[in-house]
């Protein structure tokens, strides 16, 4: 699973890194800008670049909000993580998984290929070689927004430095932005419609997982409420991105519950 994991981001570097390099070693605007001593553009690009892989790495590293057992909290409790870890009501009882048999916060699931529950999980993403969580998720989506705009600068570049004409010795001068304009257009359809379908999902409150298997979700089929989490297009999109600590979902469950029709 290692070994998966690192072939899976040195392929994404490098992948970074040629199709960039590329773009600067043949006739694009980049190169022409570059040769011409205007240097802000190509500079901004390469920050842009450099700063999508240091996100991916970020994403892919990082805790997306993993479980921690009863014991593991007690050992390596201190003021700052009480403080980060909400407290459940003791009236509220939580299920135990049935993998790794620590007690599930509300919204939590276990990735059998993380091998771990994961707080508010969303999905487990191949690419990214991480679970998708409540950790996680907001800088996934900064991932994917800066991504999207190198995706789309890189696009414009290549094409320009595009010529057309029906000879062999075209093809052969203009075979690598050719295979680069291609796959950057299937990138920029997978980045786009990857970011429409996050930031729609995170305006309602629900996640991938939840939108997927509703029918299969014990407290959303007990639910009064379609969807007992939406609180309201502006405070869902403030709840993601600016709150600084983990939610303790069940309040906010059965509060919404409780409330007159």
């Not at 960039?20 to 001593?37: I, N, S, V």
């Not at 595009?162 to 920029?188: A, G, K, P, R």
């Amino acid at each position: 699973m290692g070994a998966g994991r690192l072939w899976v981001r040195a392929a994404h570097t490098a992948l970074s890194g040629g199709l960039t390099l590329g773009l600067f070693l043949h006739r694009t605007d980049l190169q022409k800008q570059e040769e011409r001593g205007e240097l802000l553009q190509p500079l901004i690009f390469i920050l842009l670049v450099l700063c999508s892989v240091l996100l991916y790495f970020k994403v892919s590293l990082m805790d997306p909000g993993f479980v921690k057992s009863e014991e593991e909290v007690k050992a390596g409790k201190s003021e700052e993580q009480s403080m980060v870890i909400p407290q459940v009501a003791s009236d509220i009882k939580m299920r135990r998984c049935g993998y790794c048999m620590v007690k599930q916060p509300m919204r939590a699931k276990h990735c059998q290929l993380c091998q771990h529950c994961v707080r508010r999980y969303d999905h487990h993403c191949p690419w990214i070689e991480n679970c998708i969580g409540e950790k996680n998720h907001p800088f996934f989506i900064i991932y994917l927004s800066v991504q999207l705009v190198v995706l789309l600068w890189g696009g414009h570049v290549a094409w320009s430095g595009l010529y057309f004409e029906q000879s062999w010795d075209w093809l052969q001068h203009n075979i690598f932005l050719l295979v680069s304009f291609l796959l950057i257009v299937i990138f920029t359809i997978v980045v786009l419609l990857l970011l429409i379908s996050h930031l729609y999902l995170i305006s309602c409150n629900t996640t991938t997982w939840e939108f997927m298997s509703h029918h299969r979700i014990s407290y959303l089929r007990h639910s009064e409420l379609e969807n007992p989490f939406d609180q309201g297009v502006v405070l869902n999109l403030w709840r993601f991105f600016c709150s600084c600590h983990l939610t303790a979902w069940e309040k906010i469950y059965f509060h919404r519950n409780n409330e007159p029709v």
